[in-house]
């Protein structure tokens, strides 16, 4: 691509792909969500049903045959090696269903998991934890959060992490574990604090590989989201108590975690992105059907009070959310992570903002039945609140994108 040509269109292969996940999705997925979530209140909420398996791995195999599997490894020369901007138009279709991004295996935490396993993993860890993630037969958690200290700057983790001997000696807790509910997630990537304060602030970090069943990890309990549990994926609370892994699972070298988790997250802030743009088409898809079915006071309720502009403000809020979104993915396939980290810090505020807000329209317009379970929306809110802290809460993504424009009006270093 000649340099300053930004081309955010479809690629040729990327129409045909998009065109087989759309139909997927909306014939096999959706008809199988509900079906699925019903089965979580069956017995014991963190272990899958018979029926559950049998809807996960059914609709994983149908994927796998026909070939929609591993989009997410972008610029690869496994999988499609698609770019950025191609996947997006792929995780946007996926967003729309809530086993979406598994079915295709390209759901978080693993795929940011799988990417560190493969850029910085050792031959053993490719073997043990890769290759079965790869096949979709293993999932994982990523553990950085802590209950004690302000994780939004990442500089505060503390669950120490000492060298004894052959081992490393792990002791803290870590909260919003997402993930490390499932009876399926064999795996965590850890990030654990090697130095002391006299090292360099950004120095002090370190990830480790851990397995789940290692001696020492407790689970204190799962943390609810609205009430919710979020089984049988979960968002756990654990407690490492001398919890011993050999040195050869520390990623990279002592001191270099910032240095991994810039590469890790960026990818993932903006998969997490397409997917909300995705959820917003499907909240505005169900206002419209609701408004032109529903009447009161002897109209249609598209006819009524505001609902008019409320449907156009959501559609013209949608297609600027996706303009960005493809422009922060298209920053990012020129290979500058510097450069394209304002626009994935712009995304990672306004796709959430703007899916939440059509959510809610969309719940406003369905009345009582908006917020019950006869609808996807009440899920699909919580869903989307969220994630307006995952990942970061979007005052500091604002405070990392107001850092980037006031650089061009100073010279001073800005704290």
């Avoid at 553990?143 to 081992?167: F, K, Q, W, Y």
């Avoid at 394209?340 to 369905?366: G, N, S, Y």
């Avoid at 802290?389 to 850092?403: F, I, K, M, T, Y």
Wanted: one cysteine or more; charged letters at 25%.
């Amino acid at each position: 691509m000649e340099h300053g040509a930004m081309d955010l269109g479809m690629s040729a292969r990327v129409v045909e792909l998009r065109e087989k996940i759309s139909t997927m999705v909306r014939d096999e997925i959706i008809p199988l969500d509900k079906e699925y979530l019903a089965e979580v209140e069956k017995g014991d909420r963190w272990q899958f049903t018979d029926r559950q398996t049998e809807i996960v791995e059914g609709l994983k195999a149908s994927a796998k045959s026909q070939g929609l599997w591993n989009f997410w490894l972008t610029d690869s020369d496994k999988g499609y090696g698609l770019t950025t901007v191609e996947y997006a138009y792929l995780a946007e279709e996926m967003g729309k269903a809530h086993l979406g991004a598994e079915t295709f295996n390209c759901s978080a935490p693993d795929t940011g998991n799988m990417e560190v396993l493969e850029r910085y993993g050792s031959a053993a860890h490719k073997e043990r934890w890769l290759k079965p993630m790869l096949n979709g037969e293993m999932r994982s958690a990523y553990l950085m959060t802590e209950p004690d200290v302000a994780s939004s700057d990442a500089t505060n983790i503390e669950m120490a992490c000492v060298r004894d001997g052959d081992h490393y000696v792990l002791n803290g807790e870590k909260w919003w574990a997402s993930g490390a509910g499932d009876p399926r997630t064999a795996v965590y990537i850890v990030m654990v604090k090697t130095g002391n304060e006299d090292d360099p602030k950004h120095q002090r970090h370190s990830m480790v590989v851990v397995a789940a069943k290692t001696a020492g990890i407790e689970v204190l309990r799962p943390m609810t989201v609205y009430g919710h549990d979020d089984a049988p994926h979960g968002h756990m609370h654990l407690k490492f108590n001398d919890v011993r892994i050999p040195v050869e699972d520390l990623l990279l070298g002592e001191g270099r975690g910032f240095e991994i988790s810039q590469g890790r997250l960026g990818p993932g802030r903006i998969h997490h992105c397409m997917r909300a743009i995705g959820q917003s088409e499907v909240a505005l898809e169900e206002m419209c059907t609701r408004s032109m079915r529903r009447q009161a006071f002897g109209k249609p309720l598209a006819q009524l009070g505001a609902n008019f502009d409320i449907i156009a403000e959501c559609r013209m809020e949608i297609e600027m959310a996706r303009l960005l979104c493809l422009k922060a993915a298209w920053m990012m396939d020129q290979g500058d992570a510097r450069a394209a980290a304002p626009w994935i810090h712009q995304i990672k505020v306004v796709a959430p903002r703007v899916a939440l807000k059509v959510t809610d329209e969309a719940v406003q317009m369905f009345g009582a039945q908006g917020i019950s379970q006869d609808t996807p929306l009440a899920r699909m809110w919580t869903n989307l609140r969220t994630l307006r802290l995952a990942d970061g809460p979007d005052a500091v993504h604002r405070r990392q994108v107001a850092r980037a424009e006031l650089k061009k009006y100073t010279q001073q270093k800005l704290t």
